[in-house]
């Protein structure tokens, strides 16, 4: 069986690196270097290859960084999905703030992309965008009723990127659990929603 050889350090060449395995490369250089790491080239040494090689499948860089927005966005979708939805819409929200957190805190370079500015990185995905907060919405309905649902979604997700967003900056410097507070938040939040929806007679 004949082996392909790199023609510049004759190590078997990975002639058969996949779009998968070059995104997931990518990202691994994006969460450890940020954005200015993310070249080809430093994509092409992680994968095993020389950079000509990546060019099959991705075009240039700014393809690179489109692929690698396209793909951190359909993550965080699949991570907020509500596949069945729990008889109380509380559990749901909650559980969607808690998968939110967790997944910034663990692509938080990544999750920046999404906030670049325009020829910075890659566009964010209109549809996507969509998929991202239906689910929540239709959370917020069945707590609240359909009127207010989208205004609730978007309190509930503004409040949960700025907390996370700070937290990541280091700008929560006066002690305490952080756990605990953005718990108690959600609570907050969840209680507000119920509250108007459901206020006290009398």
Do not use: C
Request: hydrophobic share 50%; aromatic share 4%; glycine share 8%.
């Amino acid at each position: 069986m004949s082996i392909a050889y790199d023609a510049i350090d004759m190590s078997p060449a990975r002639a058969r690196t996949s779009r998968d395995a070059i995104l997931v490369a990518a990202r691994q250089v994006l969460e450890t270097g940020g954005i200015e790491a993310l070249t080809m080239q430093a994509v092409a040494d992680r994968v095993g290859v020389r950079a000509p090689s990546l060019y099959k499948h991705v075009a240039d860089r700014a393809a690179l960084l489109q692929a690698v927005t396209d793909a951190v966005m359909a993550d965080l979708v699949a991570s907020l999905a509500i596949p069945r939805p729990d008889p109380d819409p509380r559990t749901d929200l909650r559980r969607v703030a808690r998968r939110y957190r967790q997944f910034v805190r663990a692509n938080p370079a990544g999750y920046g992309l999404l906030f670049s500015s325009p020829g910075t990185a890659g566009s964010v995905d209109e549809a996507a965008l969509a998929d991202l907060g239906r689910p929540i919405v239709a959370a917020t309905a069945r707590l609240a009723g359909e009127r207010d649902a989208l205004a609730d979604a978007r309190t509930i997700v503004s409040w949960a990127h700025g907390f996370v967003s700070m937290e990541l900056a280091g700008a929560f410097r006066l002690g305490g659990d952080l756990d605990a507070a953005y718990a108690a938040g959600i609570e907050v939040i969840l209680a507000g929603i119920s509250g108007r929806a459901n206020p006290p007679s009398g």
